[in-house]
């Protein structure tokens, strides 16, 4: 919704009295850097980022102060809210910058599924499903959820991190990342991109700007530009639909 309404016509926006907008609170799926940076540009610095899920609620709140220091960030945990990463041997991870389990606590987690069953816990923590890691000053960056995590050629990729790059090549309006069955490499990266208006772009254009950024395993394999992502009705990424594409 805030991407589609950056792309309105500079006078469509400028017509409308912005001085009692107070807050933009986005949530519900992953911000690119370079949008939040856009999207404060044009309304001022009013946008708060919340991650969270349905289990633990909330566990981070980027400010805009987060968010101009560090766009791509998830902030800080709320009062209230405890929020921790732990490796797959179930140890707390604390050094800056290095990945772990994101785990939360607060006055409203949930107690499990009307089916049965619940996340798991550690320290009477639960689990949110995310990956994650912490910078210097504590904040959190969700490197994307655990079980879309990408291994291609023995290689760990998540897919936020190469969408957030794709996001800020100009002419990119929407973008998608994905792992796909490869018989050499076990799984490659397939990138769905959706250009903005008249933009023109080759797949190639797109490698090389993710080359230019990440390392070489994380450049997608296949690029394949679309009309449109589907989403769920609370503007969620199919991304299972998108990985059973076949179209290329």
């Keep these: 919704m805030l991407q589609r309404i950056l792309e309105l016509e500079e006078t469509a926006i400028g017509r409308h009295d912005l001085g009692a907008l107070r807050v933009i609170a986005v949530s519900g799926s992953p911000l690119p850097g370079a949008l939040a940076t856009r999207a404060m540009d ?3 610095d009013v946008l708060y980022n919340l991650h969270g899920s349905t289990e633990v609620a909330w566990a981070t709140v980027a400010t805009p102060q987060d968010l101009r220091a560090a766009p791509a960030t998830a902030g800080r945990p709320p009062r209230g809210t405890v929020v921790r990463l732990y490796d797959d041997d179930d140890r707390e991870v604390r050094q800056p910058g290095r990945p772990g389990r994101i785990f939360v606590a607060s006055e409203i987690v949930f107690d499990g599924y009307t089916g049965g069953g619940a996340k798991p816990v550690l320290d009477g923590l639960t689990s ?3 990956v994650g890691h912490l910078d210097a000053r504590g904040r959190l960056f969700v490197d ?5 995590m990408i291994v ?3 290689e760990n990729v ?4 190469v969408e957030d790059v794709v996001a800020r090549l100009a002419g990119v309006r929407d973008v998608a990342v994905v792992g796909v069955d490869d018989e050499r490499f076990g799984q490659r990266l397939r990138a769905f991109v959706v250009l903005a208006g008249d933009a023109q772009l080759a797949a190639s254009d797109v490698r090389q700007h993710v080359r230019a950024n990440l390392a070489s395993f994380k450049v997608p394999r296949d690029v394949v ?3 449109e992502l589907p989403r769920t009705a609370t503007g969620k990424v199919l991304k299972r639909q998108l990985a059973a594409s076949s179209t290329l």
């Design 144 to 148: 994307g959820r655990e079980d879309e």
């Design 152 to 154: 291609s050629g023995g």
């Design 42 to 44: 044009v309304f001022g």
């Design 225 to 227: 530009f679309v009309p």
């Design 128 to 130: 949110s499903g995310d």
């Design 158 to 161: 998540f897919p936020s991190e």
